[in-house]
């Protein structure tokens, strides 16, 4: 009769244990779904890292190749267009970076020296690691999600 009595307790206490863990994977899970993984942030973060990408390749081709132009266009309008995409790439970089860096930390269950790895990735590329991160890993990962979410969020 003990033994009885001591199963079905046991069988309570992990029956609970179980309930605290899925309401616990639950809550965090639709924490990053709403927050950092829904429709809209994923948008705003797939536009900011293609714009971070292509501000980038432009940056480096002016570099590599318009700088040394004679021309009053590579002189002195190009410049000015490069200003004016750089302002609204500034806004996309800062997007990117903390978005995915709140990922990072919130959503994201890397081992310890990963979460350190893509850290230093970030903090010393800025933006530029951000929007690698989001091609590698976030995008991947929210993309498998998706496929969980409630009819109304997909």
């Known amino acids: ?81 490069l200003g004016i995409l750089g302002c609204i790439g500034s806004v996309a970089g800062l997007v990117i970076f903390f978005g995915m860096l709140a990922y990072l930390f919130k959503c994201d269950r890397p081992a310890g020296i990963w979460k350190i790895l893509w850290l230093i990735i970030f903090f010393t590329s800025g933006c530029f690691g951000s929007a690698v991160y989001f091609f590698l890993i976030y995008r991947r990962q929210v993309r498998g999600r998706r496929e969980t979410w409630p009819t109304g969020m997909a």
């Not at 179980?18 to 948008?43: N, P």
């Not at 081709?61 to 410049?79: C, D, G, K, M, T």
């Open 1 to 81: 009769m003990e033994t009885a009595e001591k199963g079905l307790a046991q069988t309570a206490n992990s029956r609970v244990d179980s309930r605290r863990h899925e309401f616990r994977m639950s809550t965090d899970q639709s924490d990053c779904i709403l927050g950092l993984s829904g429709r809209k942030a994923y948008a705003a973060f797939a536009l900011s890292a293609w714009w971070t990408v292509i501000l980038g390749v432009i940056f480096v081709a002016y570099i590599a190749v318009w700088e040394n132009a004679p021309s009053h266009f590579a002189r002195v309008i190009l410049p000015v267009i």
